[in-house]
């Protein structure tokens, strides 16, 4: 049975989503019991010789990116052959590239269930977890493989990814290196490490990796070659700069903010020039952005251009424009050599530069007062303590693939906590379709039409919902608008499903603390 969306499974059938997760952790707390007692030695072995053949034909097509027909032929020996292990685990692998996750997560339970010393089995499943978001039974499975077969790479690669999630970027790092050691010709391998590289800011070792993968991965998805060209020749330029994000002035400054739709604005220069520049602090950016109308105006060049990127609104695409600037300041802080994307904006009735990324505020324990309307920024290296945390409100700071800060949000009607990005740049908070389209939230659809300003243009009459409640612990805000929009493009590189995004009409009832050196996001209600 094919399901679309993961999301619309959850949602279709939530006492079933209820049911799998609780024997889920039962089978798995079972099994580590049962491998440290090494209680079951009768693992399936049953591939014949024309199977293993069909097998390595099936890998040879993936990693041509032919998935179709990858899965097409597996299909056959599993059919053929309903026992045979080797090709159900490759053919949930198969499922999860193409995002059918529910089908990939029963298909590598039902053997890691049967065959507890399996531990191809178990890493696939901690994958199929990893991308669901279940965080906590994700690792479980990843150690439990790597318990069983310390040179498996698959689980080396999924423990690097949890990592990088969860903002242990080094660590993650090693993970990574270890599972492209141990397989040097799988691309998903190599392309985990130059994203993790960049974010860790080696950037040639980047270069390096993202070179490696293009050598072997499939010559058919031109968009995605293309961009990875530009970035190569981006992260080549930054890998001679001596250092990136320099900080220099004052330990620490407050400026005010003034909030346009829900947006929170800062003023900040750039370089020599005294022109202050309004700048939007948005968290659901990986980096800067820069209009091209003040680039142009500044006379800030490009460095390199590569291929489409994807966001929301219009067609969903825009071009890729890399560019650097030598320092930027922020009242008495000033940061150096800062890259920099730099695109056309698309808002009409107010003036907005640019954007700051999270790249830049992470070096800060950053700090937005919704209710003083400030913004503080304080170099970690002269934080003594760790911030006054609000127990029921102190999130992990989760990292997704393409950069984006996500949280666990609990909607009033659905029964599983769901991934939602924290945008403080999106003026208003937004669903996925998939959940929009559920009987859960369907009911709270509004006869509004509301307009969608994105980075790839400009969206008309777009659905609204007014959801009842939205949840971060035990604290609520009831009564919150949402539009519903195609969040495919998003989930296609965020390494695990969000089903929404919390802009500026949720997080504006809150003070802010990103806490980037004990991954943490501290949310404290306005009174």
Known sequence: MKYENFLTVVFRFPFRKKKFVRSLSVCLITTVFAILAAANDNVSQTAGGDAKQIIKQAEKLARKGELDEAEKILRQVVESNPQHSKAKLNLSYILLKQRRILEAYEMSFEIAKAEPKNSYAYAVLGTTLLHAGSFRNAQIAFVNALKLNNQEPLAWMGLGMLDFYENRINQGLESLREAVYLEPQEPDFLYALAQVSARAERYKEAADAY????????????????????????????????????????????????LVNDRPVIQIKLGKSDEPLNFVLDTGSGISVISDATAQRLNIKPITRGGLARGIGGDGKFEIVYGFLPSIYIGEVKIKN?????????????RVDGYIGLSLISKFLTTLDYGNATFTLINQSSVEEKPAETKNLSLPLRLTSSGFLSGEVELEGVQVPLNFIVDTGASVSVISEALANSKEISPFVKAEKMRVIGAAGITEDVPSFLLPRISFGAHSRNSITAVALDLNLINETSGFEQAGILGGNFLKNYRLTFDFLNSKVIFVPIK
């Open 211 to 258: 070179k490696n993968f293009l050598r072997i991965s499939p010559q058919t998805d031109v968009e995605r070659r293309d961009r990875i060209k530009g970035l190569i020749n981006f992260l080549q330029f930054l890998g001679n700069r001596q250092s990136l994000y320099d900080l220099d002035g004052a330990k620490q400054t407050v400026v005010p903010v003034k």
């Open 338 to 350: 800062v890259p920099v994307y730099i695109r056309k904006f698309h808002t009409q009735n107010e």
